[in-house]
């Protein structure tokens, strides 16, 4: 957390150049791009985890293979009948094989689905703080229960930016 403060502060510092709501509302709209941006990013880290997952599960199979491979070739060179379960371990281990491997190859396709950045969701969610900026000093609502939160959420902001400048 010691790493981010600087840049916190900065932050907080850049904000305080705005009048209040649009303060919260700049700051919701940071929060929001930084999500965003934090979900492509991890939608390309799983991508990668489900495609090495992949070439792990293969790796496994021939591995796990290799020594029934060599068993059965030296049985058939000699003419002899193979051991008795021999099929049924390597159905076994193609079996778990193909269905990790299934797993990993639908883990591995969520790095090509298309995530639209929620423009409609974020003017809404943006625009929040200032109306009810502007609509807390009407006579309706300064009594209400909605301006009481709307009041606890402004504040609640300022705490916040209070708590990253002051330590």
């Known amino acids: 957390m010691e790493f981010f403060r600087p840049l916190l502060e900065l932050f907080f510092r850049l904000l305080d150049l705005v009048e209040m709501p649009w ?7 940071c929060l929001i791009l930084l999500l965003f941006s934090l979900l492509q990013v991890s939608k390309r880290i799983v991508g990668f985890v489900g495609k ?4 792990l599960v293969e790796l496994a199979v ?3 293979l290799l020594p029934e491979y060599l068993v059965s070739s030296l049985f058939r060179r000699l003419k002899l009948r193979s ?5 049924i371990y390597d159905e076994l ?3 778990v094989g193909r269905s990790t491997y299934n797993m990993f190859e639908r883990i591995s396709k ?3 689905r298309k995530i639209r950045f929620p423009v409609f969701l974020t003017i809404l969610i943006v625009s929040i703080p200032i109306a009810a900026w502007y609509l807390r000093y009407y ?4 009594d209400s229960p909605v301006g009481s939160y709307i009041d606890r959420g402004f504040t609640a902001y300022e705490q916040l930016k209070r708590l990253v400048l002051e330590n």
């Open 52 to 55: 090495l997952g992949m070439k």
């Open 93 to 95: 281990v193609e079996a």
């Open 110 to 112: 969520i790095q090509e």
């Open 83 to 87: 051991l008795p379960g021999i099929d």
């Open 62 to 64: 021939r591995m796990f």
């Open 139 to 142: 006579a309706v609502l300064q």
């Open 23 to 29: 303060q919260a509302s700049l700051f919701l709209l």
